[in-house]
């Protein structure tokens, strides 16, 4: 039985390490937030294009074109502007149910106070969250100049 376990511990390291489509399936699966580093360059293209009109409409959502293609999971990323000129781009990494998601926040300028509300969960105690480009309660964590990552885990 000990043989096994190791067999298994030893294929699950072996699918990690390969860089593999596995490895994305087994990410998307955890819901695990992959280094902004591996997209930062092609997020920084798409802010560019909507600060420069080439994409974005009156919808919060943006269908990437294929010259974007493999930025989200879903060849699209959210946006708003801000009534105060800050621009947010929400660019997914994962999907859960109903309105679950997780990835990172672009904003032009730092979040303030007043971007913020709190919920009382109760025994799971306070939190404070964000509603961001068309998703709602999102967890935010500063992780570099003007980026954040963002978790929504409720449904």
């Avoid at 699918?15 to 997209?39: A, E, H, N, W």
């Amino acid at each position: 039985m000990k043989i096994v376990r190791v067999a298994i511990v030893l294929s699950l390291l072996a699918l990690l390490t390969t860089g593999g489509y596995f490895v994305y399936s087994f990410r998307d699966v955890l819901g695990i937030l992959p280094p902004l580093r591996l997209k930062k360059t092609g997020y920084l293209r798409v802010i560019q294009a909507i600060q420069n009109g080439q994409l974005g409409s009156k919808s919060s959502i943006i269908a990437l074109p294929s010259s974007y293609k493999e930025i989200a999971p879903r060849d699209q990323v959210l946006y708003e502007r801000r009534k105060d000129g800050r621009l947010w781009v929400l660019f997914p990494t994962w999907y859960g149910r109903g309105a679950d998601l997780q990835g990172y926040l672009y904003s032009s300028g730092p979040l303030k106070a007043q971007d913020f509300y709190t919920i009382d969960w109760g025994s799971d105690g306070v939190a404070q969250h964000v509603d961001a480009c068309g998703a709602d309660m999102l967890d935010v964590k500063k992780i570099d100049a003007n980026w954040y990552s963002v978790m929504r885990r409720l449904d």
